[in-house]
């Protein structure tokens, strides 16, 4: 018996020095905890690095915005310590470019986009609902409802509200004043009138640089078809085009060609960089027109003797003036990995301090409550144009279409083989009604 007992010692001895040996028994029930600690420790140095988010859109490829999307992102990087690489492309090319970069499965954390992108963009079902991202409280406390709705679709709140206002006319005063003119048209007549003084003052002037080309030039063309009485589509969807006000309007457009008023192979681009050399009396664009002029070296409290707003002239004394709302968010997209630090972006981007520098330095009015009722926003002589248009501003007949790049080009070259004298206006109107109805 005693020395069964003392073998027995010694086997549980052995056993528990094998056990020991390899890391199990209560050896291995106090490292566990440890090894798990410094897990969690890892986990949490790896969340604190910093991160690279991607932002794309188009205006940082602008000339006139390079410099304040460099401060921007400089400001994101000083105030976070992560990363941020902006990918851009031209307007044109965005919408298309941001559906190929999610469906490649491409990197993309927050975009740029206008009313006319967003909702090709939204209808793809890429987006995150900033509702859900920054909380509804914060959105609607930041923000007034009116700009929330413009990127609100069924409920999210698809798009963040980054700079609103329409885009309208502009002109240069100088030219105008050179003319005869100390005040602007405010009829077709007046404003017919005015060319062609402008035209007898320096033939070397284009009067107006309406886009003739690319879909600008279907965008410019929708806010004269309001001011004939026309529309593109009925408030049913179906297409209205084939009527006498849009026979009018391309009549209209044909005889200014004829004058020599405005010009083919004119887009936006060619119209702001024409204006900005001081060979463009009117042109139509958004509040952005400022930046093309501080580029040039017209320092920003001296644009407006340069370049203002002005309400589109109008058919009949007492009509509305007509105008396109215009304006840019922020979306964010579903499958990033970096929602918060793309959220952390979007609140630079509205603060007061960034928002005042692209005011001050492009135009871009700021939409939060705060900023917006800002003295250095509420007295600017160059915004108060843009704002007076905004009051009766509408949504392009396209902006909530699926289809709406192809309306837009139908829009396009109907009118470009009207202007071209190959096409009389009816067989143009009657080919655009019967395109768009085929689309």
């Known amino acids: 018996m005693k020395l069964s007992k003392i073998f ?7 056993l528990v020095v094998s056990l020991t040996a390899c890391g199990g028994g209560t050896t291995a029930q106090t490292e566990a905890p440890e090894t798990d600690a410094a897990a969690g420790t890892e986990a949490a140095q790896t969340a604190s690095e910093p991160v690279n988010i991607v932002w794309a859109g188009w205006s940082g490829e602008e000339e006139a915005s390079k410099d304040i999307f460099q401060r921007m992102m400089d400001t994101y990087r000083e105030q976070t310590g992560n990363e941020v690489t902006w990918v851009g492309w031209t307007w044109d090319d965005t919408a298309q470019q941001l559906l190929i970069r999610t469906q490649g499965g ?37 923000f007034e409802q009116s700009a929330l709705d413009v990127g609100n679709i069924d409920g999210k709140q698809l798009g963040m509200p980054w700079s609103m206002a329409s885009i309208t006319m502009v002109y240069n005063p100088e030219i105008l004043a050179a003319a005869g003119w100390d005040t602007v048209p405010t009829t077709i007549a007046e404003f017919e009138a005015c060319m062609a003084d402008i035209q007898a003052y320096d033939p070397e002037i284009v009067p107006y640089a309406v886009s003739t080309k690319d879909a600008t030039c279907a965008g410019d063309f929708m806010p004269w078809l309001w001011t004939f009485g026309g529309a593109i589509f009925n408030d049913d969807g179906t297409v209205a085009i084939n009527s006498e006000a849009a026979v009018e309007c391309v009549q209209w457009y044909q005889g200014l060609m004829e004058k020599g008023y405005i010009a083919m192979d004119t887009g936006r681009g060619e119209a702001r960089q024409l204006f900005a050399q001081g060979k463009v009396a009117f042109y139509d664009d958004a509040v952005v027109a400022k930046g093309q002029a501080v580029s040039n070296g017209v320092a920003p409290e001296d644009v407006v003797k340069v370049c203002s707003a002005m309400e589109r002239p109008v058919l009949n004394a007492g009509d509305a003036p007509q105008s396109t709302m215009w304006g840019h968010m922020l ?9 918060e630090q793309a959220a952390q972006l979007a609140q630079v981007l509205i603060s007061n301090e960034v928002a005042l520098d692209y005011f001050t330095n492009n135009g871009m009015p700021p939409v939060t409550k705060e900023a917006a009722a800002l003295e250095e926003v509420t007295s600017d002589a160059y915004l108060s144009g843009f704002m007076n248009s905004t009051a009766t501003a509408r949504l392009e007949e396209t902006a909530r279409m699926t289809n709406a790049n192809e309306i837009k080009t139908v829009i396009t070259e109907e009118l470009q083989y009207a202007l071209l004298g190959q096409k009389t206006a009816e067989q143009a109107v009657a080919d655009m009604a019967a395109r768009l109805e085929a689309l």
Request: contains cysteine; negative net charge; glycine residues 6%.
């Open 8 to 14: 027995s010692l010694l086997l549980a001895l052995l």
């Open 106 to 142: 491409e990197q993309l954390d927050i975009a740029q986009v206008d009313i006319g992108i967003f909702n090709t963009i939204a209808a793809a079902g890429v987006l995150a609902d900033w509702n859900e991202v920054l909380g509804a409280d914060y959105m609607s406390e930041t």
């Open 331 to 339: 979306v964010c997209f579903q499958d990033s990995e970096y929602k």
